[in-house]
């Protein structure tokens, strides 16, 4: 059931309005706020990382609340919005308290956090909509078992929270990705006609993003933290299930899955299976460009984006 608290007549101009006061709100409260966040350390095996010590981290705790007030009020809520909105602030919290803590959380306590948000999300998600993928590139779909679909949904989520971590290591590049990524998601949400009730969140979470990329441009004033990637990572994912079709975040995600991805793998294989690949490689990618191809951050950023925009818009013909 979808309920909106504004009144009637306010509702037809509501999007624009809502858009408009994210972007406003998520401007100035970063202008004012940024100097009470806590610094960053550096970052001592990130390429130029050491550029990053003293700047303010943690945006993410700024920008990710606006835009769940902002649509609360704006958007069309229901049961099921307002539950991924509480996870989405979730992420943020856990993302933040790693943000300010003096030593850094370790890896495996972060991913069992992750995991638990994946878990409910999940859940949330199973009870407001059945199990049945479409594949909307190939016109045909099935109704995948309760189970199966429980541990595609749960690896989807936690992968994108993650991959999406690990993209956020140059200024601009992690909000300029996810806003492709957030705008393939609502254009082939809009063709196909479907979940129409949720795609005004999209546009106001990329409203907010744009603001906060106004003070992360190169050289950038602050950065969102895992506060901000986190949260973003959890609502891509969202935006994948929320298709019907969670395997277009391998599409719609791509530029993210391969940047951070890659390092996720190549951890994995080392530190589990004792196994070395992409040995060449520096991981995340985006330190590969910059340290062995020579490509600027400003290069970074826009190639990558770009990337992700030609594969979006590919996607968006074939559906």
């Not at 992420?91 to 803590?101: R, Y």
């Not at 129409?196 to 409203?207: G, R, S």
Request: hydrophobic content about 55%; charged content about 15%; some cysteine.
């Amino acid at each position: 059931m979808l309920y909106n608290i504004l009144p009637l007549e306010a509702q037809s101009y509501q999007l624009p309005v809502a858009m408009a006061f994210a972007f406003a709100a998520t401007f100035l409260m970063l202008y004012f706020l940024a100097k009470y966040l806590p610094r960053d350390g550096g970052r001592a095996f990130a390429v130029e990382g050491e550029k990053s010590a003293g700047k303010p981290r943690g945006a993410g705790v700024i920008f990710i609340p606006v835009f769940t007030t902002v649509a609360s009020i704006f958007a069309p809520m229901s049961n099921e919005h307002g539950f991924y909105l509480i996870l989405v602030i979730a992420a943020m919290l856990t993302g933040f308290l790693d943000d300010a803590s003096k030593s850094p959380w370790g890896e495996y306590l972060k991913g069992a956090l992750d995991l638990v948000v994946a878990i409910l999300t999940t859940a949330v998600f199973m009870t407001h909509n059945s199990t049945q993928i479409d594949f909307a590139v190939f016109n045909t779909s099935f109704v995948m078992p309760k189970w199966l679909f429980a541990i595609l949904a749960v690896v989807v989520i936690w992968v994108s929270i993650n991959v999406t971590n690990c993209s956020d290591g140059v200024d601009g590049l992690s909000g300029s990705v996810s806003i492709a990524s957030l705008m393939g998601f609502f254009t082939i949400m809009q063709k196909i006609g479907i979940e129409e009730e949720f795609t005004p969140l999209i546009l106001i979470l990329i409203t907010g993003l744009a603001a906060y990329l106004w003070f992360n441009a190169t050289p950038s004033k602050l950065m969102m933290g895992d506060a901000g990637s986190r949260a973003i990572g959890l609502f891509i994912a969202i935006c994948a299930l929320k298709t019907h079709d969670p395997f277009l975040f391998l599409q719609l995600a791509l530029v993210m899955l391969f940047d951070g991805g890659l390092g996720l793998i190549k951890v994995f294989l080392l530190r589990f299976l004792k196994i070395h690949i992409l040995k060449n490689v520096r991981t995340p990618l985006h330190d590969h460009v910059r340290k062995v191809w020579g490509w600027s951050n400003t290069q970074c950023v826009y190639r990558f984006t770009i990337i992700q925009l030609v594969v979006c818009s590919t996607v968006y013909f074939l559906v």
